[in-house]
């Protein structure tokens, strides 16, 4: 069974990374996540973000995880037409997987270290 430690994040309502916690509960058995907090955009253009950091254990492979999270963010409404007007209502993404780390670039991001130093001694 795999431990999996994902990045949540939204630049449009905190209610969006609530949503996505709440999904991860339903779907996955989430072991423990981070409070909602704000950072300004990595790439720094946009709207500051609500972020959340949560870690879920799973018997799905990297790719069915992976698939999962991006039919979710479109089924919320990530998608093109928000692509354009850069707003991102739901953006998760596989930080570590079983420990390794597999987004290098999120894994040392302010959006990404808050969250994770709040779930990794707990």
Partial sequence: MARVVLSLGSNCS??????????????????????????????GSGSNYINAVAEVKSDNSFEEINSML??????????????????????????????????QWDFKQKFFRIGYNMIKDS
């Fill in 14 to 43: 905190s209610a969006f990374v609530r949503n996505g916690l709440d999904w991860l509960k339903e779907n996955f058995t989430l072991l423990r996540s981070s409070t909602l907090y704000e950072t300004p955009p990595a790439k």
């Fill in 70 to 103: 991006k039919e979710y963010e479109i089924k919320i409404g990530r998608d093109d037409q928000c692509r354009k007007i850069n707003c991102v209502p739901i953006d998760i993404d596989i930080v570590l997987w079983d420990e390794e780390i597999v987004r």
